[in-house]
């Protein structure tokens, strides 16, 4: 939700460092969650075909 407001704030006023800012943390924490979220789902896939692998 936030980075909707940053885009948006940046739309008013593209030289807003605030918004700028806050926009660059967020899409580095939702990089990172998106590494966390594949490494889980590529450990899951075990055995054969992913089919027996609890």
């Keep these: 939700m ?3 407001h940053f ?3 940046l739309k ?5 460092s605030r918004a700028l ?6 899409e ?6 998106a590494k ?3 490494a889980k789902a590529a450990s899951k896939k075990k ?3 992913g089919l027996f692998g609890r």
């Design 12 to 16: 008013r006023d593209p030289a807003n």
């Design 47 to 49: 055995g054969l075909f």
């Design 21 to 26: 800012e806050g926009l660059e943390v967020v």
């Design 2 to 4: 936030a980075k909707i």
């Design 28 to 33: 580095k924490l939702l990089a990172k969650q």
């Design 7 to 9: 885009e948006r704030a």
């Design 36 to 38: 966390e979220n594949e």
